[in-house]
């Protein structure tokens, strides 16, 4: 099992990359700063003398000038610790030379062609170490050709000294390191806080227990659209077990009626012998409740396989007009029973399913009978809309039904009023079914209630 790395760990890791890189380019350059430092002091001191050397032979007019030159040199180095010079002649005699002082080859070949530019050699004898510069002077007339003049300074001492603060700067850096890498674990920790808060109010959640909220002012700026979206989950499983829990309870109840009639009908059948007619009558009340469970469960049937997506109306041309007045028909004898009237504006033909579409409009003339009081009007509308599609609207008087309450309309088995006596009112699945349909066909049903009228509208595209 591969070592999943936390984002605590991935977090600091960078973090003290970052600071290694930077502590180290850091100290890089402040030893490379403090060695310049010293090598331009080294090399001021070596031009100082040099440019003595020059100006006493620039100033050789005779031999006897040329034997002053060895005292003049020794007069300048009184107090000057650690600096060797010597003094060649054009025909390589040594003319002056500090006691002790040993200039390698490598400082006489690197001297300059031109007067004034040698370039700075470091070498090593014994256990010391030297800088030095050599370079060719020309004379004041005395000589033929140019001196040549070499200056060294004994750098013991600073390569002591940067050894020593090398080495103190490099442990402070690796204490930076350390110090950085463990500030970084800390602020990572505390930055994290908001999202082990997730995890601990993810950790609480449970099918009894989904009223946890992440305050949005509690998390910081980047985590807030993910508190949000936490919340707004949360929102929608609360509501979707809130709503299933009503469903489970509500299928409870609408098996339990017919399932509790068949029981008491066969005990009380089954108390005393009957004549054949008797058991007859109560096989054809049986079979009522029979077909009212074999239609529920055709109706869950259906609106499962909605859900999954595997209705697939087919395609043919549908006359909603005539469907329409096919409908307004058969419910024609029921609406006359209740004192209610019914009407059809409008004609339309679209592509669909004829049997689903049937059996949406006819859940929706169902759905305004039985809420329609006596001497009320249902209305059902066929209006083209163009590239919008088709619209079929019934609407009809009744009681208003709050805001809050319409979108719930077609969920299954929900009622307006939970405490209304269900018998002969359906299973409450015909309005969930109707938004099935209507949803597979591509189109789409709304519902509003204003000034006591009731309109359900579903709108399908005309080549749906």
């Not at 208003?400 to 929900?414: G, K, S, T, V």
Request: glycine residues 8%.
């Amino acid at each position: 099992m591969m070592w999943r790395k936390s984002i605590t760990f991935r977090v600091t890791l960078l973090f003290a990359a970052t600071s290694a890189a930077v502590l180290v380019a850091l100290g890089s350059v402040i030893g490379q700063a403090v060695e310049a430092h010293f090598e331009e002091q080294d090399l001021a001191e070596i031009n100082g003398k040099l440019e003595l050397a020059r100006h006493a032979i620039s100033k050789l007019r005779s031999p006897a000038d040329m034997e002053a030159i060895p005292q003049l040199l020794e007069d300048s180095l009184i107090g000057h610790h650690g600096l060797s010079v010597a003094v060649f002649a054009p025909s390589n005699r040594r003319l002056f030379a500090t006691p002790g002082a040993d200039f390698p080859k490598e400082l006489m070949a690197a001297q300059s062609s031109k007067p004034g530019e040698g370039q700075p050699v470091v070498w090593e004898s014994g256990e010391r170490a030297y800088r030095g510069v050599a370079v060719s002077v020309p004379s004041g007339g005395a000589a033929a050709g140019p001196f040549t003049v070499a200056v060294a300074l004994e750098i013991s001492h600073h390569r002591e000294f940067m050894t020593a603060f090398r080495k103190t700067l490099w442990i402070f850096v690796a204490f930076g390191i350390l110090l950085t890498g463990l500030l970084g674990w800390f602020a990572a920790r505390r930055g994290l806080a908001p999202v082990r808060n997730i995890a601990q109010v993810a950790k609480g959640i449970s099918a009894t227990h989904l009223g946890e909220r992440l305050p949005p002012e509690s998390v910081p700026t980047e985590l807030a659209e993910l508190a949000a979206s936490f919340n707004d989950m949360l929102d929608r499983l609360e509501d979707s077990f809130r709503r299933l829990s009503d469903f489970s309870s509500d299928l409870a109840h609408e098996l339990r009626t017919p399932v509790s009639t068949l029981m008491t009908q066969t005990q009380v059948a089954l108390s005393r012998s009957r004549s054949a007619e008797e058991y007859r009558e109560v096989l054809y009340s049986n079979l009522e409740e029979y077909d009212r469970l074999a239609r529920m469960v055709a109706d869950m049937l259906f609106l499962a396989k909605a859900d999954h997506g595997l209705i697939v109306p087919s395609r043919e041309s549908i006359d909603l007009a005539a469907e329409t007045d096919e409908l307004i028909d058969f419910y024609e004898a029921l609406a006359e029973e209740q004192g209610v009237r019914l009407t059809r504006s409008g004609s339309s033909t679209i592509a669909g399913d004829r049997l689903m579409i049937r059996r949406a409009i006819s859940n929706l003339l169902s759905n305004a009978l039985r809420h329609t009081p006596r001497g009320g009007l249902v209305k059902v509308e066929i209006r083209d809309l163009g590239k919008d599609g088709i619209r079929v609207a019934v609407e009809n008087p009744g009681e208003a039904i709050a805001p809050e309450q319409l979108p719930r309309l077609f969920d299954r088995f929900y009622r307006v009023d939970s405490c209304r006596e269900r018998n002969g009112e359906g299973a409450g699945l015909g309005l969930a079914i109707t938004k099935s349909i209507v949803k597979a066909h591509g189109g789409t049903i709304s519902v509003s209630s204003e000034n006591g009228v009731v309109r359900f509208a579903l709108t399908i595209g005309a080549n749906a």
